[in-house]
């Protein structure tokens, strides 16, 4: 019974090669039978129970030579249906498929597609099935997993988009996915309450959840591989004459890596991997801007990962280098300043043209204090690291005691040229890459250290020879002497910030108050007493922040004890009283 039904099947519905037709026959003739209806043997498969056997071959052949034909990407087949009329009714039905007039249509809209789909579909309900539910349902079994495995791989699969600007574009093959199953399951092609049945708006709505997924995992990648790969170089064009930023605030150096602070007047020189981390972040930001709120939401997320890792990766990668006095440690630290501003302006840049949906939860100045505080961390380890090297280079010096011998003088003098290569050398490093603002306070804290550790060394001499004197004078003049050009970068940096906040009018003495300090120093050490005991008196010792017991020691230390000595240290004391 099985064969004698697919028989009948095989007479009523067939693929004509050369005319490219498939013609539905309603008049059979199997095996010396003539004129049987087709919807008689349709019901009579149907009460048998053998219809989805009977009908397998039919949905074979209009899978193959009409589905495929119609969903074909780029260069899709066109139908048309005719019906023959005869004395007796309708004999026969065909559906031609006929080529594309243009074989670069590009459906990317998905409507043209599914409307030829429903095209043979429906030809299928009216001719095949003449309109009954229970039989489509069950031509459908037959061939909606194929049909809709098709669909997928030729079309569905080919539009998932590369970027998150064509989501939107998407979201309308979402739309007209859905309607296209609807219309299934209005003709009961498609089960209405099988789940199974809608594979199409599942993939289209997982596609926007994979791409999400995929970009975000493409943007960390980015993100991290950028962080591992950078060197912390300076601009190829970078020059290192004169700090980084003019008086008018425009940049010496033209390159990526230099870079606007979106909070200061100022700018300063940031990594590659900085620059190119907030380049994605505003890329991506965009794209949330233009995204769908489950894709916005995972663009959102991978953004606030991505500024993340450099806090993740960076510190670590570099933990040997902040340990030095280096140029790296201080790219580090505008890196870090850099990307705090960065943060607090990306809401204001961007919440506006976010989606409804995540307007409200898109938060990122909470991210900005903790990259503030690295930087801050990060100078000012760089601070104590240079300091405690200047610490270790006049340790050598031994207090600077007998000077006056030679061995003694130059291992001073050796220590002294050691303190002044540092500092020169932070002050080749420091200039040319932090703001003037920060240069300057920097600079001042570490001079002031160094400053204040010698004067307070040769102030606690007990007994100096006069030979001894005009040695420690020749050191203090010549550790100045070669300090000037540094002394002379500082005044250029109060010049070029003097629109900040700060207050640059302040000598710069002011700034280093033991500058003032070992500067008189070197003068009293071969100024009479009595002009030592008159400066006192007019308050220009007290000024330059000597107090007066350094005075009376560093006056006994030198001078020998006569009536004189105890007549000025007298004089020394009472104006002490006022």
Same mark, same amino acid.
């Given at each position: 019974?099985?064969?004698?039904?697919?028989?009948?099947?095989?007479?009523?519905? =067939?693929?004509?090669?050369?005319?490219?037709?498939?013609?539905?026959?309603?008049?059979?003739?199997?095996?010396?039978?003539?004129?049987?209806?087709?919807?008689?043997?349709?019901?009579?498969?149907?009460?048998?129970?053998?219809?989805?056997?009977?009908?397998?071959?039919?949905?074979?052949?209009?899978?193959?030579?009409?589905?495929?034909?119609?969903?074909?990407?780029?260069?899709?087949?066109?139908?048309?249906?005719?019906?023959?009329?005869?004395? &007796?009714? /309708?004999?026969?039905?065909?559906?031609?498929? +006929?080529?594309?007039?243009?074989? &670069?249509?590009?459906?990317?809209?998905?409507?043209?597609?599914?409307?030829?789909?429903?095209?043979?579909?429906?030809?299928?309900?009216?001719?095949?099935?003449?309109?009954?539910?229970?039989?489509?349902?069950?031509?459908?079994?037959?061939?909606?997993?194929?049909?809709?495995?098709?669909?997928?791989?030729?079309?569905?699969?080919?539009?998932?988009?590369?970027?998150?600007?064509?989501?939107?574009?998407?979201?309308?093959?979402?739309?007209?996915?859905?309607?296209?199953?609807?219309?299934?399951?209005?003709?009961?092609?498609?089960?209405?309450?099988?789940?199974?049945?809608?594979?199409?708006?599942?993939?289209?709505?997982?596609?926007?959840?994979?791409?999400?997924?995929?970009?975000?995992?493409?943007?960390?990648? &980015?993100?991290?591989?950028?962080?591992?790969?950078?060197?912390?170089?300076? #601009?190829?064009?970078?020059?290192?004459?004169?700090?980084?930023?003019?008086?008018?605030?425009?940049?010496?150096?033209?390159?990526?890596?230099?870079?606007?602070?979106?909070?200061?007047?100022?700018?300063?020189?940031?990594?590659?991997?900085?620059? %190119?981390?907030?380049?994605?972040?505003?890329?991506?930001? %965009?794209?949330?801007?233009?995204?769908?709120?489950?894709?916005? +939401?995972?663009?959102? $997320?991978?953004?606030?990962?991505?500024?993340?890792?450099?806090?993740?990766?960076? #510190?670590?990668?570099?933990?040997?280098?902040?340990?030095?006095?280096?140029?790296?440690? *201080?790219?580090?630290?505008?890196?870090?300043?850099?990307?705090?501003?960065?943060?607090?302006?990306?809401?204001?840049?961007?919440?506006?043209?976010?989606?409804?949906?995540?307007?409200?939860?898109?938060?990122?100045?909470?991210?900005?204090?903790?990259?503030?505080?690295?930087?801050?961390?990060?100078?000012?380890?760089?601070?104590?690291?240079?300091?405690?090297?200047?610490?270790?280079?006049?340790?050598?010096?031994?207090?600077?005691?007998?000077?006056?011998?030679?061995?003694?003088?130059?291992?001073?003098?050796?220590?002294?040229?050691?303190?002044?290569?540092?500092?020169?050398?932070?002050?080749?490093?420091?200039?040319?890459?932090?703001?003037?603002?920060?240069?300057?306070?920097?600079?001042?804290?570490?001079?002031?250290?160094?400053?204040?550790?010698?004067?307070?060394?040769?102030?606690?001499?007990?007994?100096?020879?006069?030979?001894?004197?005009?040695?420690?004078? =020749?050191?203090? $003049?010549?550790?100045?002497?070669?300090?000037?050009?540094?002394?002379?970068?500082?005044?250029?940096?109060?010049?070029?910030?003097?629109?900040?906040?700060?207050?640059?009018?302040? #000598?710069?003495?002011?700034? /280093?108050?033991?500058?003032?300090?070992?500067?008189?120093?070197?003068?009293?050490?071969?100024?009479?007493?009595?002009?030592?005991?008159?400066?006192?008196?007019?308050?220009?010792?007290?000024?330059?922040?000597?107090?007066?017991?350094?005075?009376?020691?560093?006056?006994?230390? *030198?001078?020998?004890?006569?009536?004189?000595?105890?007549?000025?240290?007298?004089?020394?004391?009472?104006?002490?009283?006022?």
């Amino acid at each position: 019974m099985q064969d004698l039904f697919s028989k009948f099947m095989e007479n009523a519905v =067939r693929f004509e090669q050369d005319s490219r037709t498939i013609r539905v026959k309603y008049k059979l003739c199997v095996d010396k039978m003539d004129g049987i209806e087709l919807h008689t043997v349709m019901e009579a498969m149907d009460v048998a129970g053998i219809l989805d056997y009977s009908l397998a071959k039919a949905a074979d052949l209009i899978i193959k030579h009409a589905i495929t034909p119609a969903v074909s990407y780029g260069s899709p087949a066109m139908f048309a249906e005719d019906v023959n009329q005869g004395s &007796k009714g /309708i004999s026969e039905t065909v559906l031609k498929i +006929l080529p594309s007039q243009d074989c &670069k249509i590009v459906d990317v809209d998905g409507d043209a597609i599914y409307a030829r789909v429903i095209q043979v579909i429906k030809f299928i309900f009216k001719h095949i099935c003449f309109e009954n539910g229970s039989w489509i349902r069950s031509f459908g079994r037959l061939t909606w997993p194929r049909i809709s495995d098709i669909i997928i791989s030729k079309f569905l699969s080919k539009v998932v988009p590369e970027d998150a600007s064509k989501l939107v574009d998407f979201q309308k093959i979402v739309k007209c996915t859905s309607e296209f199953e609807f219309s299934l399951k209005e003709m009961m092609f498609i089960s209405a309450s099988d789940g199974k049945d809608y594979r199409l708006s599942s993939f289209s709505e997982n596609v926007e959840v994979h791409f999400a997924f995929r970009k975000k995992t493409e943007i960390l990648g &980015k993100a991290r591989n950028s962080l591992l790969q950078c060197d912390f170089s300076l #601009p190829q064009d970078y020059t290192s004459k004169g700090p980084l930023l003019k008086n008018d605030g425009m940049a010496i150096n033209s390159s990526n890596q230099v870079v606007d602070l979106i909070f200061s007047s100022e700018r300063c020189v940031v990594s590659k991997a900085a620059s %190119q981390l907030m380049e994605l972040v505003h890329q991506t930001l %965009q794209d949330v801007c233009l995204s769908s709120a489950r894709v916005a +939401l995972e663009f959102y $997320h991978a953004v606030r990962d991505a500024i993340l890792l450099y806090e993740a990766v960076i #510190p670590v990668k570099l933990e040997r280098q902040l340990d030095g006095i280096n140029q790296v440690a *201080i790219l580090m630290y505008n890196d870090c300043l850099f990307l705090s501003q960065e943060i607090l302006g990306l809401a204001f840049e961007y919440r506006t043209d976010f989606p409804d949906s995540i307007k409200e939860h898109a938060v990122f100045a909470d991210m900005a204090p903790r990259f503030h505080l690295m930087a801050e961390e990060i100078l000012q380890r760089q601070i104590r690291i240079v300091i405690f090297n200047l610490r270790e280079a006049i340790d050598g010096a031994d207090g600077f005691q007998n000077t006056h011998q030679m061995q003694q003088f130059e291992s001073a003098k050796f220590s002294i040229d050691q303190a002044v290569f540092i500092l020169e050398k932070v002050h080749i490093i420091w200039e040319p890459l932090l703001r003037p603002s920060t240069y300057k306070r920097s600079m001042c804290m570490v001079l002031e250290s160094v400053f204040s550790r010698i004067t307070k060394d040769i102030l606690l001499l007990d007994d100096l020879a006069a030979e001894e004197t005009l040695q420690l004078q =020749r050191l203090i $003049h010549m550790m100045l002497d070669n300090l000037s050009s540094l002394l002379k970068s500082l005044i250029s940096a109060f010049d070029s910030n003097a629109k900040s906040e700060e207050d640059t009018s302040r #000598p710069i003495d002011d700034l /280093i108050p033991s500058l003032r300090k070992i500067r008189k120093l070197g003068e009293l050490l071969d100024m009479p007493l009595k002009s030592i005991t008159s400066a006192w008196e007019s308050g220009e010792l007290m000024s330059c922040g000597f107090t007066i017991l350094e005075l009376k020691d560093f006056i006994r230390a *030198i001078f020998a004890d006569s009536t004189l000595r105890k007549e000025c240290i007298w004089r020394i004391e009472n104006v002490s009283l006022y």
